[in-house]
């Protein structure tokens, strides 16, 4: 078969699984060493994809708000003369793009009606994700995939001046899955008892948690807070950094498995451990159903060996 010259990788998010996704750009970059690979994503994705190495040009045009702005990607897509795509967003919308691109569709890596190289498991939704999309690279002949990828993370400062060791908290995650948040009041108590045992407590979120993180800080005061403040790099270096993690079931948590920080993900009944943990040789889960009938103590109880930092 002829060398591929032109791939394009379509991962839009959202931010967990733009983490757990670097080890299959990876992948994709050492399987096409001479490729010219674009990445197709969104805004909030593009300056990390750029500062990964993996790709050679990043469109985040990803989810045009109007037909005219599909029509638009359709049009480009087409102009640029792909020879195979990863689709690893696989949803309605990568599947319309696809058949729209017809007839002259290049290869297709995907769930696609029509794809030349489909991920032909019929129960690819029941199997943890990073597990399926493996499995999908492995269809289109890449059998060997990293399971993390913070190369590019790996020289850069910290920006945030904190006393090591420290413990990443994420007390938050999205706005209309409250099912998913462990109690505040239990992550103040945790913060507490961290720093007695010697550790900076770090919050971590976007800035409509500062709320959360204001909260922790009246119960434990030597908790450091950090929401609204970090990049996608920052909280890369914070989580190579740190001593572990504590958070739920939510981006920055998958990040900081990449960076290989032993973490503890807290699961209600709104998501699955075996289907949406983050993946990595380091991570723990605890579960509860509802998730406020998991305790301080039992947490406490679950914390994976604290890693030595320089």
């Known amino acids: 078969m002829a060398e591929l010259a032109r791939i394009l990788v379509i991962k839009l998010g959202a931010f967990g699984d733009f983490a757990a996704a670097m080890g299959l750009f990876r992948a994709i970059r050492d399987y096409h060493p001479r490729a010219r690979i674009t990445l197709l994503t969104t805004p909030p994705f593009e300056e990390w994809a750029k500062m990964g190495g993996w790709f050679d040009e990043v469109w985040s045009l990803g989810r045009p708000k109007s037909m005219r ?3 638009r990607l359709v049009g480009q897509t087409r102009a640029a003369k792909f020879d195979r795509v990863y689709d690893l967003q696989t949803n309605g919308r990568t599947n319309l793009l696809y058949q729209m691109l017809r007839p002259n569709t290049p290869e297709w890596s995907g769930v696609a009606w029509g794809a030349s190289h489909p991920h032909a498991n019929p129960r690819r939704d029941f199997i943890h994700g990073i ?30 001046d904190i006393a090591k060791p420290y413990a990443l908290l994420v007390p938050g995650g999205a706005a209309h899955r409250l099912g998913k948040r462990w109690p505040t009041d239990r992550f ?5 008892a961290l720093s007695s045992r010697g550790f900076t407590p770090v919050v971590v979120g976007s800035a409509s948690e500062s709320d959360l993180a204001d909260a922790i800080r009246k119960e434990a005061p030597d908790t450091r807070a950090l929401t609204g403040e970090t990049t996608f790099a920052d909280l890369a270096v914070l989580g190579r950094d740190a001593a572990l993690a504590v958070g739920n079931d939510t981006g920055p948590m998958h990040l900081f498995a990449t960076a290989g920080c032993p973490l503890l993900v807290l699961f209600g009944a709104d998501s699955s451990p075996e289907l949406s943990a983050p993946y990595g040789a380091h991570v723990r889960t605890l579960q509860a159903k509802p ?12 914390l994976p060996p604290a890693r030595a930092v320089p």
């Open 188 to 192: 103040a108590a945790l913060a507490s």
């Open 69 to 71: 702005g599909f029509l």
């Open 131 to 160: 597990k399926a999309k493996r499995e999908q690279l492995l269809m289109a002949g890449i059998a060997d995939v990293p399971d993390t990828d913070v190369r590019w993370a790996a020289k850069l400062p910290a920006r945030f």
């Open 291 to 302: 998730i406020s009938d998991l305790t301080v103590e039992q947490v406490l109880n679950a």
